[in-house]
């Protein structure tokens, strides 16, 4: 069993404390690693860390940040083996159908910002002074807060430091408790690609010890947030005045309509409702289905929902690992319940796996009829779970779509391009997948929920984060 270090101020550390954590496996419930415990004054010592150092990264010019991001990206490829187990032992994904795909898409994450840093450029405006010269710049805003969740442990953090890293931003990163051994792994990369000591800083531990005290601090600039809408909104008093990015919860509603091509919606559907255990922001959560498609829906995921192989994250055959944690299985508990016993019946599933190593595993679930006042309509499940509510007509759907209080992304399925348009235009979601589940993403398309929504604030993604995390500055020279 490892015991891992956190990173400060360019040393591998332990807590000042002595007090440690034990990671454990989802799939079997083995202690894997032990992590420090960070305290207040670890994140204290990150912080004064980033302030000293934060000149080095700003320092270095685009051209010099593209090629430490290039170097982070190899160094995960040599890794990206060791990496890939790391995340299926410690979150809990498959490690065949879906680690290796998240390591994959985290060394794009710092391709694509060693490529968008370069081309960033700024406007030289026209004003009424003759004798005026004026013209913008871009510039790292400081030292960035950046807390984390534990559905994609390398994925996420890394859309905030491979753009962070490139616009010459200072880090101080808290991750997800329930998976700081895939932290430690990925700090790694970026020590050994020498990332400028004091700039990246990893601090492990408590949410709400570690991670308020760099929200709050006035030494951190600008804070990064992925997490639940609860977590988002009280670091968003806590952080008050900061610039904030606030990637938060989303309850997915896809809407079937009575044109839609039932061979799409069966090959689609189910992925959205089981990738990665469900537990995923943008998951397919809530299908409304147009009352003449609804048995053929119903069927289709039922069929869907027992073809997955649940199982061991390491064998090959498995397509569907365990929930990452017991709070989460205990909300899948409720929320089925909820929906029982609000008239809702289980076509598939309902309830844990038996006969495997850890309480974790949940079987792919498939609830029929829905009610509007159930939790799975009004809440984020978080879990592989597929609920159905028929609906007479458009506006009807649009109503429930909109009576979640959460709008990250949606989807509507047709073959008319008229209405496709009208429900893109009309859904409260930042993101509508026309014809696809909702679960489809790339690193460079703007991400974030609809504003009015719980769903979060700014635009990830890309040169959208690296617009987030520089100031603009304007400089007017006189020239009299
Ligand atoms: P969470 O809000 O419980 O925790 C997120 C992070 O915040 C963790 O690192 C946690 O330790 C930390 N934290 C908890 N309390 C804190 C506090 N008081 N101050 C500072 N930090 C604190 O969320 P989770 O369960 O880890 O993640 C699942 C949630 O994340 C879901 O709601 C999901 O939709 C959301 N999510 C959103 C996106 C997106 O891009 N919109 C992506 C992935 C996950």
Redesign the pocket.
């Known amino acids: 069993m490892e015991e891992l270090k956190m990173y400060i101020a360019g040393k591998w550390v332990d807590s000042e404390s002595g007090r440690r954590f034990e990671a454990h496996s989802p799939a079997t419930g083995e202690v894997i690693a032990t992590l420090p415990e960070g305290s207040r004054e670890d994140a204290r010592q990150a912080i004064a860390a980033a302030n000293a150092n934060k000149h080095k990264l700003a320092g270095m010019t685009a051209w010099e940040r593209s090629r430490l991001c290039l170097r982070i990206a190899e160094v995960m490829e040599s890794r990206s083996e060791e990496m890939s187990r790391v995340l299926a032992m410690d979150q809990g994904k498959p490690f065949h159908g879906e680690a290796k795909a998240e390591v994959a898409s985290g060394i794009e994450g710092f391709q694509e910002a060693a490529e968008h840093i370069k081309w960033l450029e700024t406007s030289v405006i026209p004003v009424a002074a003759p004798h005026k010269r004026v013209f913008s710049i871009r510039q790292p805003r400081g030292v960035y807060a950046v ?6 442990p390398y994925n ?1 953090p890394i859309e905030y430091l491979a753009p962070a890293m490139a616009s010459g931003n200072a880090v101080v990163w ?4 329930t998976t700081s051994v895939c932290a430690v792994k990925l700090a790694e990369c970026l020590v050994e690609a020498g990332v400028p000591e004091g700039c990246f800083n990893l601090v492990t531990g ?3 010890v570690v ?2 005290e760099i ?1 709050a601090h006035p030494g951190t600039d600008a804070v990064g ?8 909104e ?2 968003a008093r ?1 952080a008050a005045g900061k610039p904030l990015m606030l ?4 309850n997915g509603p896809t809407i079937i309509l009575d044109d839609a091509d039932p061979e799409t919606v069966a090959r689609a559907v189910p992925v959205g409702c089981f990738f990665n255990a469900g537990q ?2 943008c998951a397919t959560e809530r299908i409304l289905v147009h009352e003449r498609m609804h048995d053929a829906v119903a069927e289709a995921m039922a069929s869907a929902a027992r073809q997955v192989k649940l199982g061991d994250p390491f064998d090959p055959a498995t397509t569907m690992g365990p929930l990452n944690n017991e709070p ?1 299985a205990q909300k899948m508990d409720r929320h089925i319940a909820d929906a029982l016993e609000k008239g809702a019946k289980v076509l598939a599933g309902g309830q844990r796996a038996e006969g495997l190593p850890s309480a974790l595993f949940y079987q792919p679930t498939v609830v029929d009829d829905m009610t509007e006042d159930s939790l799975l309509n009004l809440e ?1 499940t ?1 879990g592989p779970i597929a609920p159905i509510m028929a609906f007479k007509d458009d506006e009807q759907a649009l109503a429930v779509a909109d009576r979640c209080r959460l709008g ?1 992304v949606s989807a509507v399925f047709t073959r008319s391009i008229s209405r496709a348009f009208r429900f893109s235009e009309r859904l409260k979601t930042g993101i509508v997948c026309v014809n696809d589940h909702t679960d489809y993403w790339e690193l460079h398309i703007p ?3 609809a504003s009015g929504k719980r ?2 604030i700014g635009r ?1 993604g890309g040169k959208h984060t690296i617009m987030e995390m520089t100031d603009l500055k304007t400089i007017a020279v006189d020239i009299r």
């Open positions: 807390i984390t969740p534990w559905n994609f996420i808290v991750p997800a408790p408590k949410g709400p991670g308020d929200v947030f992925t997490g639940s809408s609860a977590t988002g009280h670091i806590r990637e938060l919860g989303g995923v922001c989460t984020e978080f990250l991400f974030g929920g769903s979060g990830l």
